[in-house]
């Protein structure tokens, strides 16, 4: 499976750093790696607990000053009108499927398991 992330600014960053290491060879095995430890995580939800129970306390034992609820909110809302004012992406349209000449419908059905979306087709 190929795809395309578009990283926040402080993750590319991160991740160009970890690749001009070689920690990772490209952002693809980057990319590999994270979603090798996403399901080792998924194996053991209460490390996945523990961990965010983790962040959290370091978030309260964090020394800096908070940010007042007022001022997150004038951010967001900021972002949103920002957001709003853009033009959003449009989807690549799907490749259109052409079955190869003489393709009955019987040996197409056969090749998909005789059902389409989820109804059982009785032929």
């Known amino acids: 499976m190929t795809f395309k992330v578009f990283l926040p600014e402080s993750i590319a960053n991160w991740l160009r ?3 001009g290491t070689g920690v990772f060879h490209d952002p693809s095995e980057a990319a590999f790696v994270a979603f090798q430890d996403l399901m080792e995580l998924d ?3 209460q ?5 965010l129970r ?3 306390q370091a978030s309260i034992d964090d020394p800096r000053p908070s940010i007042p609820s ?3 909110l004038s951010r967001f809302r900021a972002r949103e009108k920002r957001y709003a ?3 959003p992406p449009r989807p690549q349209p799907l490749p259109k499927y ?3 000449r003489g393709a ?3 040996s197409l059905l056969a090749q998909f398991g005789r059902e389409a979306n989820g109804v059982d087709l009785d032929i």
Do not use: Y
Request: aromatic letters at 0%; proline letters at 8%.
């Open 54 to 56: 983790t962040m959290l």
């Open 104 to 106: 009955k419908l019987g």
């Open 17 to 19: 750093k970890k690749i």
């Open 43 to 45: 194996r053991h939800p």
């Open 47 to 51: 490390v996945r607990r523990q961990l």
């Open 85 to 87: 004012r853009t033009k």
């Open 70 to 72: 007022d001022k997150v």
């Open 98 to 100: 052409r079955p190869s």
